[in-house]
């Protein structure tokens, strides 16, 4: 795709290309440099800007996928370990060990995974993270890692090597790191929360800022309402959770976020837990509480012969803030 801007009343061509990890980005063609424009009463200024370096300056983003990409899955499972922020936050880590983000491959993708459809490969080394699409959701920071270390998790998935996909998850670094920002890319060393910490005690994230978004529904929709994944080779229709938040509970006077809801008192275990029945069946009951009314009577259809009939009338009443089911 092409386009023409005008700067300084000069018209610059431009071409803009898909990149996976960042959306469109402009690639200039060197068409030249910029007359010497005039600054104030002292005349013109003496040097000439090229236009290539006005728009990387303005227009290119400083791209966390530019870093160094891990080549060997232990290397990755190392780069996005959070076993250390136990030491610290003991309560809050033993509640995400309990909730579905702690296994958010372990109970989806270890069974036929990789076997069937168009994602089938016949060997572990035929993967790339093209077989991977949920995993956009499911483990986004495998944009930090290579084709290589696809190939080291189809390898586990298929031996059904449980032991290293629990390795695999949405832990402290992916809500706290990689989503803590949607406008640009999180800042190197950064964690984000809901306050700002001027001295974290981590070697490698030593400062914790304050984001908007963790307080706001916007942040679980990064992944709970990614609805159309065209970016890859198989594009994929998941999960619009957030938008029938958005677009059904919203406009009809709802006001309360995913977290009110979800995390209460900041509860990291996300209920519900799909493996506590009791659990879940509570919840149902508050989000749809259903109403049932129900008469008997035995009419006299054919004259002396009374049948037994009952009218059952059932109502349910959504509460929930979003559909039901839904990811």
């Known amino acids: 795709m092409t386009s023409v801007i005008s700067y300084g009343g000069e018209p610059v061509k431009t071409s803009w290309v898909y ?33 290539v370096a006005l728009f990387l300056l303005i227009h ?5 996928a530019s870093e160094q990409k891990a080549q060997s899955l232990s290397e990755f499972i190392e780069m996005f370990d959070t076993s250390r922020c136990r030491a610290c936050h003991e309560e809050i880590y033993a509640q995400w060990e309990k909730s579905h983000h702690a296994r958010s491959i372990m109970d989806i993708f270890m069974d036929r ?8 490969v016949k060997t572990p080394h035929d993967a790339t993270k093209n077989n991977f699409p ?23 998935i298929l031996s ?33 929360g809901t306050d700002t910490v001027s001295a974290h005690e981590d070697e490698e994230y030593q400062t914790i800022k304050s984001s908007l978004i963790m307080k706001q529904s916007v942040m679980c929709g990064q ?17 619009t959770l957030y938008g029938s ?18 995390m209460k008192e900041a509860d990291h275990t996300c209920p519900p837990n799909f493996k506590d029945q009791k659990d879940v069946s509570k919840r149902l009951t508050e989000a749809l509480p259903m109403e049932v009314e129900a008469i008997f009577y035995r009419p006299q259809i054919t ?25």
């Open 223 to 239: 992944c709970h309402g990614l609805g159309p994944v065209f970016g890859l080779e198989y594009p994929v229709q998941c999960a």
């Open 303 to 327: 004259p002396g012969k009374l049948v037994p009939t009952v009218v059952v009338e059932t109502r349910i009443t959504s509460r929930a803030g979003h559909r039901i089911p839904d990811g």
């Open 60 to 64: 290119l983003p400083i791209s966390a």
């Open 160 to 192: 059904k090597d449980k032991a290293t996909m629990r390795k695999l998850n949405i832990n402290c670094l992916v809500c706290h790191h990689q989503k803590g920002v949607i406008h640009g890319y999180p800042e190197k060393g950064t964690l984000y």
């Open 245 to 262: 938040y958005l677009h059904a509970y919203i406009p009809s006077g709802g006001t309360q976020t995913c977290q009110e809801c979800h």
């Open 134 to 156: 949920c995993f956009k959701c499911h483990l986004p920071q495998l944009a930090h890692a290579t084709d290589k270390v696809a190939a080291e998790i189809a390898a586990a």
């Open 19 to 51: 990149n996976k990890n960042q959306g469109m980005l402009p690639r200039l063609r060197a068409l030249g440099t910029l007359p010497a424009r005039p600054i104030g009463k002292k005349g013109r200024i003496g040097r000439v800007v090229t236009v």
């Open 113 to 120: 995974y990789l076997q069937k459809g168009v994602l089938s």
